[in-house]
């Protein structure tokens, strides 16, 4: 989409975001949190991904934040630091354009960037009609295991779908010392 600017993601975008994310929870199923986070949890959030160089970002459309992405830690063991797990919500009016596919596009080059081998999609209601399972397969992720019944939410049992997209030569080259996690891990970033 040309009318689409993808851009890191300020402090005066979080309250946009809230209510993006708001509406995810109260009206879908890709997260399974079931209240909407207030805008203080979110600014949290936001605040403790930032200083560890991991990307967040927004699309605007039309002047209006109509999506955001990141990408934040798979999990906090020191092993696992090589690996990101990857979160979009678009805006419902927003939907069906295109933007989640420019902001996705956009978070794997800048993982890509920071020298990541590994981004994980953990994918609620991850049933082959998703429109995230269908975007991630569009961006080259493949399918690496699903949990079924993990989750219940709107009356119903979900599945959990996982996928991953290597990078930067996956697990077939050593860990880059220059790359972001390395650098985070020896206490540089």
Do not use: C
Not at 68 to 84: H, M, S, T, W
Not at 92 to 97: K, V
């Amino acid at each position: 989409m040309s009318n689409v600017v993808v851009r890191p993601v300020v402090l005066t975008d979080l309250g946009r975001i809230t209510e993006i994310y708001a509406d995810a929870v109260l009206s879908g199923t890709a997260s399974y949190e079931l209240e909407p986070p207030s805008l203080a949890e979110m600014t949290g959030r936001f605040t403790v991904l930032k200083p560890g160089g991991f990307p967040y970002l927004v699309a605007e459309a039309e002047g209006t934040v109509a999506g955001y992405a990141y990408a934040g830690p798979f999990r906090p063991r020191p092993a696992y630091r090589f690996i990101v797990e990857d979160s979009i919500y678009v805006a419902p009016e927003a939907q069906g354009r295109g933007i989640g596919r420019v902001l996705m596009e956009r978070l794997i080059e800048d993982v890509r960037l920071g020298g990541y081998r590994q981004i994980v999609a953990v994918i609620g209601d991850g049933s082959p009609e998703s429109a995230s399972v269908r975007l991630h397969e569009r961006l080259g992720f493949r399918h690496s295991g699903v949990l079924e019944g993990s989750g219940y939410k709107h009356g119903r049992w979900l599945d959990t779908v996982f996928m991953q997209l290597p990078l930067n030569g996956g697990t077939s080259l050593p860990p880059n010392p220059e790359s972001v996690p390395e650098r985070r891990f020896r206490g540089g970033v």
